[in-house]
T-cell receptor
């Protein structure tokens, strides 16, 4: 596809359940990012994947959150034992992230997000 | 640490009014600066960017100039339209391709006819 896609667009779950959110980045983009957008916190970085390197997990709020990226393309964000404070819009973005090509102007392109509601 | 501060909203304007949304940053080194926009019901879109001091980013009538001396990247538009109603986010990225964006809290703009 032309842009970053995410699924599902909306997810309602009960407290304590696990959820999986999916992101398909733009073809050819080596970098993939997950962010969270919530009313109280604004837009927060969660995790970043670059090629085959170990992911930067510095933004994950707790060990209930994890993510993987298979084959350098699709990524899944998993939240275990969901809590009400996990309710937010989860955004995925991708970029070329190749200094030889994009350098300082590397631009991140965002997907439409998944709205997660934990009851 | 690195951070972005932007003016609190909401900003309410009449059509054809002049718009300024202030954004200042704190960062080590020389970051790249961005404005993203989120229209109602849509995803986050890049509006404009600047990668070095004194660069001016522009798009759709919006402009922002990278001011190193004042660590600012204020967004301006000379004449807003109803269709500009959206949430605007200022962001920075430490200058290394592939690093995460650091966002401001967002400013809601509402333009009435």
């Amino acid at each position: 596809g032309a842009g970053v896609s995410q699924s599902p667009s909306n997810k309602v779950t009960e407290k304590g359940k696990d959820v999986e959110l999916r992101c398909d980045p733009i073809s050819g983009h080596t970098a993939l990012y997950w962010y969270r957008q919530s009313l109280g916190q604004g837009l927060e970085f969660l995790i970043y994947f670059q090629g085959n390197s170990a992911p930067d997990k510095s933004g994950l709020p707790s060990d209930r959150f994890s993510a993987e990226r298979t084959g350098g393309s699709v990524s899944t964000l998993t939240i275990q034992r969901t809590q009400q404070e996990d309710s937010a819009v989860y955004l995925c973005a991708s970029s070329l992230a190749d200094l030889r090509v994009s350098g300082r102007s590397d631009t991140q392109y965002f997907g439409p997000g998944t709205r997660l509601t934990v009851l | 640490g690195d951070s972005v501060t932007q003016m609190e909203g909401p900003v309410t304007l009449s059509e054809e009014a002049f718009l300024t949304i202030n954004c200042t940053y704190t960062a080590t080194g020389y970051p790249s600066l961005f404005w993203y926009v989120q229209y109602p019901g849509e995803g986050l879109q890049l509006l404009l960017k600047a990668t070095k001091a004194d660069d001016k980013g522009s798009n759709k009538g919006f402009e922002a100039t990278y001011r190193k001396e004042t660590t600012s990247f204020h967004l301006e538009k000379g004449s807003v339209q109803v269709s500009d109603s959206a949430v605007y986010f200022c962001a920075l990225r430490v200058n290394q391709a592939g690093t995460a964006l650091i966002f401001g809290k967002g400013t809601t703009l509402s333009v009435s006819s």
